[in-house]
């Protein structure tokens, strides 16, 4: 195979693409190619209650009792179920939709696979499973999100879920 020779315009000087590709791979080997990682600052301790807060949230969901979730949502509640669907703006309306529901089912699981705090913001990976008693008329239902929480004051102002890319909802 020829080696080709690359010439920088401005200089007139002459690299082969062997030397180019041997300087790259030695520098890579060293080390010295690889950008240095930052060190993950500490979560502040607002950070660790905000995040402890939506992990108890997703946990409580097991309950299957919506006046168990009330603690966690703010009054001005603003929810968003998944791109396209109806907002839910207040924790009310939130009760009225989600209350009965709750307690037609057999089973709620919201699984957190990851999760990452920045001050007030909560990002958290999960599988949520939402499984009907056999013979029920609703079907059992799984969906692979990323869930957005924005905290205020202790309690969750705004929730908004976002389909996992890639993912398709289960049902049945």
């Not at 007139?12 to 190619?33: D, F, P």
């Not at 009310?92 to 209350?99: L, S, V, W």
């Amino acid at each position: 195979m020829k080696d080709r020779n690359l010439s920088n315009e401005q200089g007139g000087a002459e690299i082969s693409r062997r030397a180019l590709v041997v300087g790259v791979v030695a520098v890579s080997a060293s080390g010295v190619s690889q950008m240095a990682k930052a060190d993950e600052p500490k979560k502040s301790d607002l950070e660790i209650a905000n995040e402890t807060l939506v992990n108890d949230f997703c946990r409580d969901w097991a309950l299957r009792d919506v006046e168990k979730l009330r603690p966690y949502l703010a009054e001005d509640l603003y929810h968003q179920q998944a791109p396209g669907r109806p907002v839910m703006e207040s924790r009310e309306e939130f009760e009225k939709q989600m209350g009965g529901w709750l307690k037609t089912l057999e089973l709620v699981e919201f699984k957190i696979v990851r999760s990452h705090v920045i001050g007030p913001i909560v990002l958290n990976e999960r599988v949520d499973r939402f499984k009907a008693p056999a013979g029920s008329k609703g079907p059992s239902m799984q969906f692979h999100v990323v869930g957005e929480f924005f905290i205020e004051n202790g309690v969750i102002k705004v929730w908004k879920d976002w389909p996992m890319p890639g993912s398709k909802p289960i049902f049945g």
